[in-house]
């Protein structure tokens, strides 16, 4: 079976513009197969972006796209030296140089049979006297000259992340940014999320990409976890999850020599400029999404002289569904009715009490499945041991027990809900629970004024009815001094 990093190599090769023979050359495939990985990749694509398909097919499309194929290759032929063994070799040579720092000296230095040895340990077939001629080569060389460049429109995104320190509320807090710049267009995007996680790196390319409403030749990106999930000296394999994103969408992955921040000197700077210009005044907020907000604000600002507008005219289409960016697990409901998700804990229907679910995890959130529908949905806790419940999840229990409903602690974690119990349902916890039950998909901020509208609404068909005058008497006094709505 073919190896998963040489198909994605092969489309992203050809993504950058290389010829079959030329592809062919590098990964060690025939041309043949490079010829037809590029036209079925391409034919499918092309689908993703331009057709209307159904859930089905479109998933049965998106799997042509991302997922390796089927054939085997695994006996083909030895390589000769290529542009791998040329980075792979250049990566040795800047080990050396490193090493050669920290000793203050180079009689440790290895030689050029050693250098040999390791790439033949690689695993590539190469002979002494063609590394022995490029170790020379490289040796030789000036000094590293650093050329300005000049991207075309659409060709290139340079992606990083920047740590910025806030205070929220009274907490400081280390909070990640997010960085995407566009060398040619001068364009900035970025968002602050709480971690470096895959669905972060995830999230915020999709958000990226559907904002700009296109995509670009190529991502750079230095050697980040997210990135890069294995690199030393000897090897560099592009994150697994990267590569799929990048079929999914169309773009080449280029990833930078290590220590070479130069390589993405945009987007480097740009974590900087925008840090400063966010942040250096103004890093005490109300909350974490007072903070995005300003964050977007301040980028508005920034990018009112950028030429994101001609940049998008060229930018390749993308698919009209979002890549799913949520990292997906199965947990086991407990039975209290919750599900344990990174140390934390979150409530599900009670008819689902020893049942495993599936858990959507997104950065800002998680969404729970059974039998492929949506069961629950939470806000995604910070930090440990924590627990969020929703009283949705509990009518049937609290409907057998309505004392236990006082106080409970899922009546506690929403103040706007218990503020509005204590109000008007002290005594009458059953018809609370009714009430709750009649409109679960009512946000709990509008639940008291949609209650008064129905308690007003006497004779006038209301799903809640006042029978006597004694309970006339106790709703009217309910607006005494009070605006009615």
Known sequence: MINYMDYHTIISLKLKGLSNQKVADIVGVSRETVRQRWKKYSRE??????????????????????????????????????????????QILLDEENKAKELTSRKQRLTCLQIHELIRKAGYDIGLTTITAKVREKRNRNRECFIAQTYEYGQRFEYDFGEVELFIGDVKQKVQMAVIACPASGYRWARLYDSQRMEVFLDSHVRFFHEVSGCFTEGVYDNM???????????????????????YYGFHVNLTNARSGNEKGTV?????????????????????????????????KMNVHSKIEEEKKVL????????????????????????????NFYSVPESLIEKTVKVKKYP??????????????????????????????????LNKK??????????????VLEEFFKKYFTEKPKEFIEFIRQHQ?????????????????????????????????????????????
Not at 404 to 412: C, E, F, I, Q
Request: hydrophobic share 35%; net charge negative; no cysteine.
């Open 45 to 90: 694509h092309h689908r993703l972006v331009t057709d209307q398909m159904s859930a089905e097919d479109f998933e049965k499309t998106k799997e042509v796209i991302i997922d390796p194929p089927s054939y085997d290759s695994s006996n083909r032929s030895s390589r000769k030296y290529n542009e791998q063994i040329d980075e792979l070799l250049d």
């Open 225 to 247: 976890r997210n990135a890069v999930s294995h690199f030393t000296w000897t090897q560099k394999t592009v994150n697994e999850e990267l590569m799929k994103l990048s079929l």
């Open 268 to 300: 480097e700077g740009s974590v900087k400029v925008i840090r400063n210009k966010a942040f250096a005044i103004r890093y005490k907020f109300d909350s974490f999404e007072e903070a995005q907000d300003y964050l977007q604000q301040v980028l508005a």
């Open 316 to 343: 390749k289409p993308i698919p009209a569904v979002p890549y799913e960016t949520a990292q997906i697990t199965s947990a086991k409901v407990n039975k209290y009715s919750f599900i344990r998700v990174d140390s």
């Open 364 to 397: 800002d959130h998680i969404t729970v499945l059974y039998n492929q529908q949506i069961a629950a949905d939470h806000q995604r806790m910070k930090g440990k041991n924590k627990t969020r419940l929703d009283i949705r999840h509990y009518l049937g229990t």
């Open 402 to 415: 309505p004392g236990a409903l006082r106080n409970s602690t899922v009546l506690k974690q929403e103040p």
């Open 441 to 485: 998909d009512v946000p709990f901020t509008e639940l008291e004024q949609l209650y008064r509208k129905e308690v007003l609404m006497i004779g006038q068909g209301s799903e809640i009815s006042i029978r006597t005058g004694t309970e006339i008497s106790e709703v009217s006094s309910l607006f005494i001094g009070g605006e009615q709505s």
